[in-house]
Nanobody
Framework: QVQLIESGGGLVQPGGSLTLSCTAF??????????LGWFRQAPGKKREFVAS????????YFADAVKGRFDITRDNAKNTVTLEMNNVKPDDTGVYYCAAGGDITQDPAYWGQGTQVTVSS
């Protein structure tokens, strides 16, 4: 069983930056080896893939909507994954969910509870 806890959400102005973090809580002392990623869901819309990174890293995979603006990193020793959001737009608004394992870009095995990101002036 894996518990994913997100943090770092909040209100940010268009063009600004925001960093989200996720920590994977397990019952092992070894680094978490599942692929990690992020999804988001805007009000009234389906949940969509944002970014992912493999256990071995280091490069991330990104949805077209965020390419060139977002970055994803992970620290296996700390069981954390970070989403750095730059030059944000109002369309980036939504609940951001940390995800792990499974088909990481389409059907992850584990989900966090989500953290709200609001891009507004």
């Amino acid at each position: 069983q894996v518990q994913l806890i997100e943090s770092g959400g909040g209100l940010v102005q268009p063009g600004g930056s925001l960093t989200l973090s996720c920590t994977a809580f397990t019952h092992t002392s070894t680094p978490y080896t599942y692929a990690l990623g992020w999804f988001r869901q805007a009000p009234g819309k389906k949940r969509e893939f944002v970014a992912s990174i493999w256990w071995s890293g280091p490069a991330g995979y990104f949805a077209d909507a965020v390419k060139g603006r977002f970055d994803i990193t992970r620290d296996n020793a700390k069981n954390t994954v970070t989403l750095e959001m730059n030059n944000v737009k109002p369309d980036d608004t939504g609940v951001y969910y940390c995800a792990a394992g499974g088909d990481i870009t389409q059907d992850p095995a584990y989900w966090g509870q989500g953290t709200q990101v609001t891009v507004s002036s």
